[in-house]
């Protein structure tokens, strides 16, 4: 399983941590994917990590102002946002990949995740 939270309502140029926890399955061992929806929006992708930890891939929107981190001890994945704009409101989700030992890469489209967390709501005011 994996559960989304830390998100909040913040200014314009605040900054927020989103956390995934993950239990169960050995998630420690998939890459995981953050992405966001926006209302009347179709969900897309923000950032991804790889079950190692030191691949990542970000989306061009974000690259600069997002960074991703996992820490398998606590088996938490993180999503520092820096620099916030009105356009990142959105519920965020994270998912992890279906493929043992996953890259980057292969958790950046929703049809690549194979399990979703519940969403977390970040709301940027101008």
């Known amino acids: 399983q994996l559960q989304a939270s830390g998100g909040g309502l913040v200014q314009a140029g605040d900054s927020l941590r989103l956390s995934c926890a993950t239990s169960?399955?050995?998630?420690?061992?998939?890459?995981v994917g953050w992405f966001r929806q926006a209302p009347g929006k179709e969900r897309e992708f923000v950032a991804a990590?790889?079950?190692?930890?030191?691949?990542?891939y970000y989306a061009d929107s974000v690259k600069g102002r997002f960074a991703i981190s996992r820490d398998k001890d606590q088996k938490m994945v993180y999503l520092q946002m820096n620099s916030l704009k009105p356009e990142d409101t959105a519920v965020y989700y994270c998912?992890?990949?279906?493929?043992?030992?996953?890259?980057?890469?292969?958790?950046?489209?929703?049809?690549?995740?194979?399990?979703w967390g519940q969403g977390t709501q970040v709301t940027v005011s101008s």
């Open positions: 169960g399955r050995s998630f420690g061992l998939y890459a």
């Open positions: 990590i790889s079950w190692t930890g030191a691949g990542f």
């Open positions: 998912g992890s990949g279906g493929r043992r030992f996953g890259t980057s890469d292969e958790v950046t489209s929703t049809r690549q995740v194979e399990y």
